[in-house]
Each structure stands twice: as C-alpha cells, then as structure tokens.
C-alpha cells in the first residue's frame, strides 16, 4: 500500500510562488471587503447604542422628543447597514470574477469604482434591507424604539 501525498508540498521544499497582479488585487479586494465588514458593525452598534441611549436618557430626563428620535434613528442605522450589506456583495461579486479570471483586476485603489458599477437589479437595496446580516437586529432594534415609545 502506497502513502498519500500530502495536500500541499512542504514549503521547504517547494519553490516561492511568483505574486501576480491578480494576487495582489484579490488582497486588495478582501482588505476593502474587511473595511466594509468594520463599517458595518459600527453602523448596528450605533444602532443598539443610539436606540437604548435615546430611550433611556428621554425617559430618565422627560424629554419625549428625545425618546421619539430612537425610531428614526434605529431607520438610519438600518438603510446604512443595508448600504454596506450591498456594497460588500458588490465586491464579493468582484472577488469572485477576478478570481475567475472573466474581468482583469483592477488598479490599486479602484476597487470600490469598480465594484459600484451599475450591475445589480433595482431592488437589491430592498434585497439588502430585509434579507442582509443585520436586518433582525435593525428589525429588533425598531420594535424596541416602537414599543418603548408605545409604553412610556
């Protein structure tokens, strides 16, 4: 009986891989995807923070515009996390055919140019909001805003 062969050649043996021009902007292309990633985060932590602050600090203080301003507020956060959710499919649409090979890569820094050109549907903002990452929490959020404005 014969002994497998490892998966991957031992890198001490195995001669460097030359980096290509493709190589480098599919790292480029994923550090944009990890910003966007970050942006996204801090977009629901706004939104659970914002909500339960203007909650809190209106009812604490009497202020019932204060506490009004959470559902408007929990709705912002919300179409900005969408924004993000559909410019990060945008570039993992871009990842994915650099990867492929049906497009060349694009320049250092056009990225984001080239991943917001117009090839999405019309509802993909729709797409976004109700079926992207966030949106139970962006929907919790709201129903929180709505009923603590409803019960207090």
Not at 5 to 20: F, G, I, K, Q
Not at 107 to 121: C, I, N, S
Not at 135 to 148: C, D, Q, R, T, Y
Request: with cysteine.
């Amino acid at each position: 009986m014969q002994a497998r062969e490892p998966l991957r050649p031992d890198s001490a043996n195995a001669p460097p891989r030359r980096r290509t021009e493709r190589d480098g902007a599919l790292d480029r292309i994923q550090a944009a995807r990890a910003a966007v990633a970050g942006k996204s985060l801090w977009w629901k932590r706004g939104s659970v923070g914002g909500v339960a602050l203007a909650i809190g600090v209106g009812v604490l203080q009497g202020w019932p515009l204060l506490h009004l301003s959470a559902v408007p507020l929990a709705l912002l956060c919300w179409w900005g996390d969408a924004a993000l959710t559909r410019a990060d499919s945008r570039l993992q649409t871009l990842y994915r055919t650099v990867f492929e090979g049906t497009i060349p890569p694009p320049l250092p820094g056009e990225e984001t140019v080239v991943a917001d050109r117009p090839t999405e549907p019309p509802h993909a903002l729709r797409q976004a909001l109700f079926s992207g990452p966030g949106s139970g929490l962006h929907l919790m959020m709201i129903g929180i805003a709505v009923l603590g404005n409803l019960l207090l």
